[in-house]
């Protein structure tokens, strides 16, 4: 892959289910990395993660009704707000999607931040069954 494309990995060696590879997937959800923004605590964690999938929603659409009014500003803001959610969170592919779209709307390519936002519908599907997991767990 190219430099700084981090692809998935199965830290279990290809046992379990397809969805537990998914989980254990550190571009989708990086446990390791959300336990250690919340030094260790995992009821912060999942505090955290309750929160986020209560804004979760608003903040993708908040970037949907910036690109369909194109301001490129607003999408570079909300771009922006979903990062650093997601960040601390762990969920490198969403990050790197909303980074992906905040860049394109901070040089006003709103048909690359548009790209990008398909990106961040995707990631964010993905990651929002695995921390409703977490919730459940």
């Given at each position: 892959p190219p430099a700084g494309?981090?692809?998935?990995?199965?830290?279990r060696e290809g046992k379990g289910t397809v969805h537990e590879r998914q989980t254990e997937?550190?571009?989708?959800?990086?446990?390791?990395?959300?336990?250690?923004?919340?030094?260790?605590?995992?009821?912060?964690?999942?505090?955290?993660?309750?929160?986020?999938l209560e804004d979760c929603p608003r903040m993708v659409e908040e970037i949907e009704r910036a690109l369909d009014v194109a301001d490129a500003?607003?999408?570079?803001?909300?771009?922006?707000?979903?990062?650093?959610?997601?960040?601390?969170?762990?969920?490198?592919?969403?990050a790197a999607a909303a980074r992906d779209a905040e860049h394109h709307a901070r040089t006003g390519d709103l048909d690359g931040a548009a790209a990008a936002f398909a990106r961040v519908e995707e990631e964010a599907k993905r990651l929002v069954p695995?921390?409703?997991?977490?919730?459940?767990?």
């Open positions: 494309i981090a692809l998935p990995v199965d830290r997937s550190p571009e989708v959800f990086d446990r390791g990395q959300a336990m250690e923004a919340t030094c260790g605590d995992p009821e912060l964690l999942k505090e955290i993660v309750g929160i986020f500003e607003a999408v570079r803001r909300a771009a922006h707000t979903l990062k650093g959610s997601v960040s601390v969170l762990g969920a490198n592919a969403l695995v921390l409703k997991e977490l919730l459940a767990g």
